[in-house]
Structures are given as structure tokens and as C-alpha cells.
């Protein structure tokens, strides 16, 4: 089964909210990547976290590595219609070599103007 | 232009009809892996390659097969299609394994349907 969960599944937001999306593994984690995938697009790679507490920032993007490495989360302010699209994390399990890579379901978001 | 490119971007076949969807990247990046997407799962890795000549299996490797005969190039081959293998399909690509290396580069997608 799917070893990295992510919540929600949907998120409908009005323009100029805020919204986070959570990353959950059943395993430690090496490191955490985030994607962005537009409606009829390709996955677009975001960042990476490697660091247990890690926290990112991209303008109004923040990312957030646990301390456990087994949770991450991606928190969007101020949303914006171009934040439309399905955000998904990747984690690569410490048992796993460094090419294996899971992802999760995603979070599709939905944006109300 | 930097890019991972794949054919064909749709293909309708029928069941037990082999087929190979070609993947070639022109960043020379090592690592190169195919996942398919498919709602309410995500993408799941099929197989991955580090280098020329090593391949190794995702979390979904069966029914498929790949080689990496050169660095630019990863095909993917369905032997004998099965409709459960209908999905999106996306190769990608990074530079390695070090540090500043780990941006994978997506391609456009295959969209495959087996009847």
C-alpha cells in the first residue's frame, strides 16, 4: 500500500487565503521533495527538504521538514488563482536507494476568485 | 532547450499488442525513471536507472520492462498490454545523486489507453 499519505485530498480556497497541505510516511524519511502538477500539465519540482526541522520558504510557498522526518507540510498565503493545481510530496525511505522515490496521492487545489 | 521528451503523447491499443514508449532527455543526467499516474493514487515509480546499463524496479514493475542502453535514452516496454495498465505515464530525469543534483525533470506524458 501507499507508504506516504497526503491530506487533504481536495482543498477549495478563496482567493487570498491561507491553506497547508500535510505530508505523513510510515517510515523515516531521507529526504522530502513537493511538486506542483497543472491541470493537463507535467509534476514541476518545487524543493527539497533533508534536514530533520527544516523549513523552506518561496515567496508565499513554506515548506516544513519534521523533526521526526516522517511529516511534512506546505503552507501557501495569500492564495492566488495561478496556485490552482495538485501539489504532491515525494519521500525517499531511508531502506530504499537514493533512486527510489514514493509519492503521494496529492492535494488538489481549487481556487475561488 | 533543456527537456525530457517522450512518444507518443496518446496511443490507443488492444490487449496483448507490445508496445514502447520512448523516453530521451539532453541534460546528460544519470538518473532517469517512469512512473504512472492514475486519480486518487498519486504517481507511482515503475522503474529507475542510475546510470547506463543499471535499472531497478519501482513500487509497480510488473507488466513492464525497460532498458538504458545509453545515457540520453529509457524506453519503456509493454509486452503484453492488459486494460489495467491504461494510465498516464510520465518519464523523468535528474542529474545524480549528489548534492544540488535531486531536480527531476518531468516530460510531457503519455496517455495510454488498452482495450
Known amino acids: 500500500g501507499q507508504q506516504v499519505m497526503q491530506i487533504p485530498q481536495y482543498q477549495h480556497v478563496q482567493e487570498g487565503e491561507d491553506f497547508t497541505t500535510y505530508c505523513n510516511s510510515s517510515?523515516?524519511?531521507?529526504?522530502i521533495q513537493w511538486y506542483k502538477q497543472r491541470p493537463g500539465g507535467h509534476p514541476v519540482f518545487l524543493i527539497q527538504?533533508?534536514?530533520?526541522?527544516e523549513v523552506k520558504k518561496q515567496k508565499r510557498l513554506t515548506f516544513q521538514f519534521g523533526e521526526a522526518k516522517k511529516n511534512s507540510s506546505l503552507h501557501i498565503t495569500a492564495t492566488q488563482t495561478t496556485d490552482v493545481g495538485t501539489y504532491f510530496c515525494?519521500?525517499?525511505?531511508?531502506?530504499?536507494?537514493?533512486?527510489?522515490?514514493?509519492f503521494g496521492a496529492g492535494t488538489q487545489v481549487v481556487v475561488t476568485p | 532547450e533543456a527537456q525530457v521528451t517522450q512518444n507518443p503523447r496518446y496511443l490507443i491499443t488492444v490487449t496483448g499488442k507490445k508496445l514502447t514508449v520512448t523516453c530521451s532527455q539532453n541534460?546528460?543526467?544519470?538518473?532517469m525513471s517512469w512512473y504512472r499516474q492514475d486519480p486518487g493514487l498519486g504517481l507511482r515509480q515503475i522503474y529507475y536507472?542510475?546510470?547506463?546499463?543499471?535499472?531497478d524496479k519501482g513500487d509497480v514493475p510488473e507488466g513492464y520492462k525497460v532498458s538504458r542502453k545509453e545515457k540520453r535514452n529509457f524506453p519503456l516496454i509493454l509486452e503484453s498490454p492488459s486494460p489495467n495498465q491504461t494510465s498516464l505515464y510520465f518519464c523523468?530525469?535528474?542529474?545524480?545523486?549528489?548534492?544540488?543534483?535531486?531536480?527531476?525533470?518531468f516530460g510531457p506524458g503519455t496517455r495510454l489507453t488498452v482495450t
Open positions: 523523468a530525469s535528474r542529474l545524480g545523486q549528489g548534492a544540488g543534483s535531486y531536480e527531476q525533470y
Open positions: 517510515t523515516t524519511l531521507s529526504n
Open positions: 527538504l533533508v534536514k530533520s526541522g
Open positions: 515525494a519521500g525517499r525511505m531511508t531502506t530504499d536507494s537514493w533512486g527510489k522515490l514514493q
Open positions: 541534460m546528460n543526467h544519470e538518473y
Open positions: 536507472s542510475m546510470n547506463v546499463e543499471v535499472t
